[in-house]
């Protein structure tokens, strides 16, 4: 449903829609016999949720640009509101269970048991809990911050551009371990959030809280189980040539006693404070340094680029293919710059406010290469939003959430040296088959080294909502799967007193993960179809759709379409190709494929 899908805020107010019908759900007690036929009820619904939710994101919104005691309380009643209003409807929605209903009505009330990543009881106290829970996870994570001996702190983005940077092993280490600190009092909330939201999908008709997440996307819980597990098949052979070169360069770097050239890589070591993408080692690891692609980010600051001058480089790139400017609106109520006088949540999102009239973002913008690519990522969301705004309000959300967190990144595929050099973005252009080696390497530690943890997100959510993973173990298992997904460990052990999962944005945040993982896969089968459509001919890595029509009539269809007809059909339109695959990424990356096989063939990869 609209409002504010992709931001974290709104999913955790529960009410981004989690897209998509699967197997109708199994409905527990037999409900009163419906008061007006199904078709009725549901268009009713489109109509009188809308001022429910239009107030819920208003009060989001100031929560998360202003983090106070006072939004914590306005936000967490606002979601409360909210929630009570989904819970009544969920309750009627049931009562059409078993009946015979046309293939829209079934999806739209579908669509409604799935509209929320965080289902609330239906309990008045426990619903009020849950909200207060919420509200005040996002808040610590957001307040976080981390003090050095001498008294300086630090917030997250600033602790963030020092693990990109330095290269000192203890320093690394220090700030990796300070900012998991912060998630050490989410972790008993969390342990309340689990019981409270699988509580919440009980009454939606669900199991628990990991198999209504599953449930969204137009295919049984089994079936999607299989697939993702099938693109992982798909894509960890060339994962784990990247991991054994990675490793092999950082244990030259740090030595053998640091970075055992056999083993797990230290995970504070990749750039990043999640390791979930590298590319701000690219300097330790770059193939040919004498062909070296010029960065963004130095002509961004030499050319003293402010926060919407950036963001107008996004917002040009989907004008050139013919998709409108963005509103006014847009402009004066955005919030692209990190407050110097108060607490936000910096992770960046998008908001679908007031029934897909007021777009905005919501981003801590700095004039890098890195920022200047989510605010492609974060206009994607947005555009979504007023490519589908006309359509009812279940119907306003992504074919699935995959498919709304790869539109921007698509467009990101696009930005190709050649391109960064038409646009002045870079100062030079090297050609030639090891300039094209230094620049798959790029893109690779961004998209690769991602694909192993946008998995395991979720499969560690998985096991704690399903309750396999009992609360005395959350931090146990999470390493589990970092090891075993990514081949990385922490540097020293992290027991149960640490909450290491809830210091990753997301995870306090309540927004499910798995979606990142689809959209690392099919951004690449969306970029490879609206190169086709563009005509372009030659290697997928060098294709650039900027300024190509036909392939933004393409792409503005799917958008169009929202969650109207199963994402499969969006799939098929867009790319001729019914399934989610990664032949499309495996072709793009070819070249560097057989690089790093030759680099490692005296090396012993995995771990
Ligand atoms: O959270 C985001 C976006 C907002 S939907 C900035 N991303 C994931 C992350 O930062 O962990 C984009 C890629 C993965
Ligand atoms: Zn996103």
Known sequence: MSQVPFSKSLISLGIVALTSVAAAPVLAKQQAAPAMPASEFIEKFNQDVLPVVDEAGAAQWIRATYLTQD???????????????????????????GQKLDDDTARALNLLLLSTAMPAPSDPDKRAELSRIATDMEGIYGAGEYCLEDGTCMQLQEIEAILASSRDYDKLLELWRGWREVAVPIRPKYERFVELVNEGANEFGYPDLAQMWKSGYDMSVSDFEQQTAKLWQQVEPLYEELHCYVRGELSEEYGKDKVDPEGTIPAHLLGNMWAQTWNNIYDLVEPYPEHSIPDVTPVLVERDYDAREMTEIAEEFFVSIGFPELPETFWQRSMLEKPRDRDVVCHASAWDLNGGQDPRIKQCVEPTAEQLSTLHHELGHIYYYIFYKDLPALYRTGAHDGFHEAIGDTIVLSMTPEHLYKKGLIKALPTGDQAKINQQMQMALEKIAFLPFGKMMDEWRWQVFSGKTKAEDYNKAWWELRERYQGI??????????????AKYHIPGNTPYIRYFLSFIIQFQFHQALCDAAGHKGELSDCSIYGNKEAGERL?????????????????????????????LIEYFAPLRAWLKQQNKDRQCGW
């Not at 169009?560 to 032949?583: H, I, N, V, Y």
């Open 556 to 584: 503005g269809k799917v958008l169009a379409m929202g969650a109207s007809r199963p994402w499969t059909e969006a799939m098929f339109e867009l790319t001729g190709q019914k399934e989610m695959d990664g032949s499309a």
């Open 489 to 502: 460990s922490p540097a020293d052990k992290r027991g149960e007193n640490y909450f290491d999962p809830g």
């Open 71 to 97: 939004t914590a309380v306005i936000a967490a009643k606002a979601s409360e509101r909210y929630q009570a209003f989904l819970s009544e409807a969920v309750n009627k929605a049931k009562s059409y269970q």
